[in-house]
């Protein structure tokens, strides 16, 4: 399961009375896309909620694709800026607790933890692959970004 399968709206009960319609928790869903993040439903939230939906979409929404929000555009661009929020020095709570303030979005400091356990995994392992395969750079490239994670 993807990192932002498990990244929720918050205040959702609110937001659903504000909005008059309901849609899921999960800020990457399907529904939630078409709900929150365009259409009339924007214009019947509250100021504070409102900016916050209008910084996410702008920050994650913003591609050319033909089938957006649906490209996974959406997912890339929020799964670098996670990954960026580590590299910042920040560990599971800070990350929540700075996408609650920018996204008004939450998740479990666990299912943080374990994306940014599986990402270093990951990149341990193309390290290794780009070793064997003798592509040097590829490999410096790998180790400088897990290292940045580790720190």
Do not use: W
């Not at 303030?101 to 479990?108: G, V």
């Not at 299912?111 to 990402?119: A, K, Q, R, T």
Request: with cysteine; hydrophobic share 35%; proline share 3%.
């Amino acid at each position: 399961m993807a990192i932002t399968d498990k990244i929720y709206i918050k205040n959702h009960r609110q937001i659903v009375s504000q909005i008059e319609t309901s849609f899921p928790k999960s800020a990457f869903s399907g529904a939630t896309m078409d709900i929150l993040y365009q259409g009339e439903g924007l214009a019947k939230l509250d100021d504070t909620t409102q900016d916050r939906v209008l910084d996410f979409a702008t920050d994650f929404l913003d591609c050319d694709c033909e089938s957006n929000p649906h490209c996974g555009c959406a997912e890339e661009k929020f799964t670098t800026y996670l990954l960026e929020l580590r590299e910042q020095g920040l560990g599971p709570d800070a990350i929540v607790d700075v996408m609650g303030d920018e996204y008004m979005l939450y998740a479990y400091p666990g299912d943080i933890l374990s994306f940014l356990d599986d990402s270093i995994r990951t990149l341990e392992a193309v390290e290794t692959l780009a070793s064997v395969d003798g592509n040097r750079e590829q490999e410096r490239r790998a180790r400088e970004v897990r290292e940045s994670l580790v720190r």
